[in-house]
């Protein structure tokens, strides 16, 4: 069996860990504190807040902002359910704008139709790996004054310009402060078995004018805003002041077992995504002269983590998607569909009274499969996966 994910631990995860039991301080303590400091270095954003899952990441990013009842934020209904729930979970109500049909992603003509005097903010997600065309949303966000908040669960290491997403160096000369989430689940690109992140950035110090009080006034926003997701991790209490609880907050405290793991894993991160994207690049040639079977097109200028290699099946292929399924599970290789259902069809949408139709959304979801394309895959697995595809099976 080629698993479709496959965490990698190695002998440095697993003495980190002993180190952390050894140490007696096993919550959230010096590890949390040195892999914030890590990651926000390696990502280069102003700050960075470990938290104990992506969907916390969320949940607290737009939480921070304010965000909540009355509002409305434009997401992608073509992502996995927590990204539109941490909206849900706020009390503000999600509003779904249709996708590409190249790199999976929220588009953002689509993002323009959907905009009301009731739109706060933008959470775009940047699915499996690839950036969202986040060029024209920071477009649309200056232009209408929203709010941005990344998705960015699975792309840790993806780049736009060559810079990381999450980066001080991509956001707006006229962006208040941006908020970008990470995931450390198991499958994902890196792990801390469970947790997540949220960096923060809001000032292209490149950019701007030094002497520009607007500046200022950000910085200010930015703190302010970094300690309050701080603050909602912990149940509304800072450090200097335990059991002084300023507002509502949950536990979505990292453990410093985790941060410890992570540490790690951020070490072997560019390995990892280097190994993804070899993959992908073989994968591409071995698929490349099969008829109706479209692979991942990478956007001018972006770099892509492979944290899913997703195809296409189409008619000119001869056979549905479900169908090549079938043949995959027979010969033994993983594989999953990511999302077999857009989020507006899931019975909980359908409740709260949801009933969109969007174009693309309805297409891709019915023809996309994602094959194993993780750091453990051999080019002899890819061989042996994509002579499977193209004898179907036979
Ligand atoms: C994994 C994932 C999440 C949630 O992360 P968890 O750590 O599992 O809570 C959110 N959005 C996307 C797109 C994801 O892939």
Redesign the pocket.
Known sequence: MIPIAKPLIGEEEKSAVMDVLNSGILASGPKVLEFEKLFAEHICSKYAVAV???????QIALMAHGIGKGDEVITSPF?????AN?ILFTGARPIFADIEKDTFNIDPESIIDKITDKTVAILP???YGHPADMKSIKEIAEDYKLTIVE?A??AVGSKIDNKMVGSNKLVGNNEECRAT?F???P??NMTTV???MITITGINHEMINANDNKNDERDEYILEYYNRCKLIRSHGTGANARYVHELLGYNFRMTDISAAIGIEQLKKLDSFNKKRQENAKYMDYKLSNINGIITPTVREGYEHTF?QYTIRITKEYGMNRDSLIDILHRKNIGNGV?YPIAIYRQPLYIKLGYNDHLKNVEIISNEVVSLPIHPGVTNDDIDYITDVIKNKGE
């Open positions: 104990n899952s992506g969907t916390a990441a969320l992502t996995f359910i927590a990204t941490s997600v940047h699915l998705d669960c699975q989430c995931s450390f689940y499958t994902k469970e947790g997540g944290h990511y």
